[in-house]
């Protein structure tokens, strides 16, 4: 019996508690739910999602948008084109030739002015009274000529009558020629006197625009200062110095020689506005070593003042004109391994690469000698997307030309489920 009792015990030891088979079940209870929620949310997001499953798929090609440009004729210039600097054709600093205290400034700074007209004023009085001086010496010098040669008359009477000796004669005839010489000495003295009370009036030398004063009144003055009391620059007509390799002298000198009348157009810095038409006036008469360039000088009329002493721009020299030229916008020109090429657009809203060989270009334009026709439709933006035979769509607001997107169903554009409708 006792050992009964110990085998129970053993066997009771071994057992699991009454709750472990409970929390087992449950468990097992928790996956299957967890299973079944998975399973139901699964076929919801089919259920939802059904939609874009209907129907057979196929692949297709999204249009890429694109903007178009007409090849069309016209005529091309053909330019050389070179930076520049516009030139004055007479610049003049204006300086006092005297000394003495600057009285009076007769101009506005910027204004423009005529050769003779009036810009500043020193004071005259000094000069005045030395051009006063030396008139009086000349006065009393004449004065002195025409007595001595009253004496010499009378002497030259006596000496036939033999009443005086030759020698007397002689001496009177020197003392006229001297006095004659002082008389004339006396003149210049007058003269220069004149002229510097003259040049107390500074007038302008030549037409143009006075720049900023460089010198206030009160301000004593010297013929020797460097500065001045203002510059003036002619403004009308002006040229522009340029620059041109040497290789380029073959296409315009005979024209030069012969009289022609060369264009030549200035531009800004950027290239993107026009500043003044002029023409080609002269080229320098040797070829500088260091670069290989000669330089040229063109004049432009200047009427509204455009161009301005030393500025940087843009030159394009008119060499020849293509007449009835073939044009294509100079953004449809792409430019690859065989060489320049367009993509063309056709008629089932698709492009084609075509080869071309380009001519001169000139601003937005370029001159295509082989490969297109006027009436052609070139692609000028979105060719970084291309390829040959891609399709495209051309925005109604863009213009004329083939748009494969006008049907309702656009070609490429993916299709919404319910969850992107509202």
Not at 265 to 282: D, V
Not at 398 to 411: C, D, F, H, R, T
């Amino acid at each position: 019996m006792h050992k009964l009792l110990e085998r129970r015990e053993e066997i009771g030891a071994q057992c699991p508690p009454a709750i472990a088979p409970s929390a087992s079940r449950r468990v097992r209870r928790l996956s299957l739910l967890l299973a079944l929620a998975a399973l139901v949310g699964a076929a919801t997001w089919w259920w939802l999602s059904g939609p874009v499953r209907e129907g057979p798929r196929r692949p297709t090609e999204a249009a890429t948008v694109v903007r178009l440009g007409a090849v069309t004729k016209g005529d091309m210039p053909v330019t050389l084109d070179a930076l520049g600097t516009v030139t004055a054709l007479s610049t003049v600093t204006v300086k006092t030739q005297i000394s003495g205290k600057l009285t009076e400034v007769g101009f506005t700074e910027g204004q423009s002015v005529k050769k003779g007209d009036f810009l500043a004023q020193i004071d005259p009085r000094p000069y005045q009274a030395a051009l006063d001086q030396a008139q009086g010496q000349l006065a009393r010098d004449e004065a002195l000529l025409a007595a001595a040669k009253i004496d010499l008359a009378r002497y030259e009477k006596l000496m036939t009558q033999d009443s005086i000796a030759r020698q007397q004669v002689d001496t009177q005839r020197a003392l006229v020629l001297q006095d004659e010489a002082i008389v004339r000495s006396d003149k210049a003295n007058v003269e220069n006197a004149a002229l510097n009370l003259n040049y107390c009036r500074i007038v302008s030398l030549s037409d143009g625009r006075v720049g900023l004063r460089l010198v206030d009144p009160g301000n004593y003055l010297q013929a020797g200062d460097p500065n001045g009391v203002v510059i003036v620059t002619q403004m009308q007509p002006i040229s522009v110095i340029f620059t041109l390799p040497q290789d380029t002298i073959p296409q315009f000198i005979k024209k030069l020689r012969a009289g022609q009348t060369l264009s030549v157009l200035a531009f800004n810095r950027s290239s993107t506005a026009q500043l003044a038409a002029g023409s080609l006036t002269t080229l320098d008469n040797q070829i500088d070593v260091t670069t290989g360039t000669v330089r040229l000088r063109a004049t432009f009329p200047n009427d509204d003042e455009s161009l301005f002493p030393n500025q940087f721009v843009n030159i394009k020299l008119v060499v020849d004109t293509l007449r009835d030229a073939t044009l294509v916008p100079s953004a449809a020109i792409q430019i690859g391994a065989p060489g320049p090429y367009v993509y063309i657009a056709n008629a089932d809203s698709t492009v084609s690469v075509r080869p071309i060989k380009v001519g001169p270009s000139g601003g937005e334009r370029v001159a295509v000698l082989e490969g297109l026709a006027p009436g052609d439709n070139v692609v000028v933006d979105g060719v970084d997307r291309l390829r040959d035979g891609a399709k495209i769509r051309v925005p109604e607001t863009a213009g004329s030309g083939p748009n494969p997107a006008a049907k309702s169903g656009k070609e490429g554009e993916p299709r919404k489920g319910k969850r992107e409708q509202k």
